[in-house]
T-cell receptor, first 115, second 111 residues
Framework: NAGVTQTPKFQVLKTGQSMTLQCAQDMNHEYMSWYRQDPGMGLRLIHYSVGAGITDQGEVPNGYNVSRSTTEDFPLRLLSAAPSQTSVYFC??????????????FGNGTRLTVT | EDQVTQSPEALRLQEGESSSLNCSYTVSGLRGLFWYRQDPGKGPEFLFTLYSAGEEKEKERLKATLTKKESFLHITAPKPEDSATYLCAVQGDNYGQNFVFGPGTRLSVLP
């Protein structure tokens, strides 16, 4: 019963470096999303996907890229890291695409520091 | 624009001292209000969904209620293991399957 798995748990980057945060779920959920969590600001939606091959922007998409080639995986790419991207990143998924009341299942996060 | 605020920002209780956390929301066409619990270093864990004003849900020492403008999470006789950050989120007509989260209330229960 893995649920939503995120790797790595911690990462330190220098400004300008790129990297990919991995997210995989084994619940056959159609909907997947990425959030960042900053102190006092709550979880903010970066990108989301309602199924393989379909992605869309959330509230704070700049500097991030996503793709969804399979139902299970939804990687988040930082194109050129900036100190403002220092945050904790959460991947979340839910079932029933088109049914709006399904709760999110979260991974345990990736803590990213950009120096 | 959909908005969620939570109060207080932090709350310290003695074990057994009951209290309530508040979640105030502004949303166009509420489809659901969700409560999550988040432990340090972990992702949020789902607690409750409330769909309409007047609805209540209970789980152990927690009880969630909903009005047209706010939701309360009542904690009865809390224990130290109830210490966590409690997050509130809404789904509305503006954002489809997406959620708008509040900043959370950090609860500490002292033995």
């Amino acid at each position: 019963n893995a649920g939503v798995t995120q790797t790595p748990k911690f990462q330190v980057l220098k400004t300008g470096q790129s990297m990919t945060l991995q997210c995989a779920q084994d619940m056959n959920h159609e909907y997947m999303s990425w959030y960042r969590q900053d102190p006092g600001m709550g979880l903010r939606l970066i990108h989301y996907s309602v199924g393989a091959g379909i992605t869309d922007q959330g509230e704070v998409p700049n500097g991030y890229n996503v793709s969804r080639s399979t139902t299970e995986d939804f990687p988040l790419r930082l194109l050129s890291a900036a100190p403002s991207q220092t945050s904790v990143y959460f991947c979340a998924s839910s079932s029933d695409r088109g049914f709006h009341n399904s709760p999110l299942h979260f991974g345990n996060g990736t803590r990213l520091t950009v120096t | 624009e959909d908005q969620v605020t939570q109060s207080p920002e932090a709350l310290r209780l003695q074990e057994g001292e009951s209290s309530s956390l508040n979640c105030s929301y502004t949303v166009s066409g509420l489809r659901g209000l969700f409560w999550y619990r988040q432990d340090p270093g972990k992702g949020p864990e789902f607690l409750f969904t409330l769909y309409s004003a007047g609805e209540e849900k209970e789980k152990e020492r927690l009880k969630a209620t909903l009005t047209k403008k706010e939701s309360f999470l009542h904690i009865t006789a809390p224990k130290p293991e109830d210490s966590a950050t409690y997050l509130c989120a809404v789904q509305g007509d503006n954002y489809g399957q997406n959620f708008v989260f509040g900043p959370g209330t950090r609860l500490s229960v002292l033995p």
